[in-house]
């Protein structure tokens, strides 16, 4: 199940019946059992999978990009068509389509036990991406941090058509599609920081290093992990 990059060569979907993208049979968590999520926010190409794939390593945070569930979906399939559809243009894959995909995906990691939410931070790469997707989530995710990975557009765009050579992007191919990208993320995307509390949003200059922009994010999850495993302690009756 694990995602592939490009070519679609991975079948999230070919494993799965094509009825399973149905209204959830799992109710989604109760205000009490949200879950305890960070958001990695930013434009395309400011780092946020990069950054999220590292965290993801380090014990207590599982990450989840959405635009890798979406590429390794079988691009033959309707699924991975839908998603080509979209994302070949820049724009945004639908959001209903896009929340129940991504349901359906995360229940099934809880189900093979990669994720864990009663002692993982779900550390979510690409979703909400806009207001209407954050209102979907709401009942499902507690936001506890915000971290806005923050560059100049000429920067991220130098990014892009880097990694459109070397991963393969179809999305980032063409100098139009990028712009589309980035202008989406002005105009649907970052109005999303205006529904949470500012107290929770860290910017972090996404121009540095890799390992110092990972420095500050680490500052960031330390006292929010202690924090949980303090609660758990207390829930056990340990603390
Ligand atoms: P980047 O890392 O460059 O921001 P992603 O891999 O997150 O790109 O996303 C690639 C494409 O997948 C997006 O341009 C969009 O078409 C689609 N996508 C990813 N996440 C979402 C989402 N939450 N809602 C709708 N479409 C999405």
New binding site residues.
Partial sequence: MKSKQGNGTATLDRALPMDWLQPMSKTPPSNATRYRTILLFGA??SG??TQGKIIGNIPGFYHS???DI?RSLDLQSEMGRKFWE??GR????PDEF?IKLWRQYLNGMEMINQFHPENQFLVLD????NKK?AELLRDTIDVAAIIYLRAEKAKMVERLRRRALKENRF?DASDEVISK?MDVFERETRPVLDIYPKEIIHRVDATMSQIRVLGEVVKVLVPLKEAMDHDNEVALGHA
């Fill in positions: 395309p190409g946020k999978g990009a959405t635009g979406f979209y994302a820049g724009e945004l894959v896009t690409g979703l909400p991406r997707q999305d990208r």
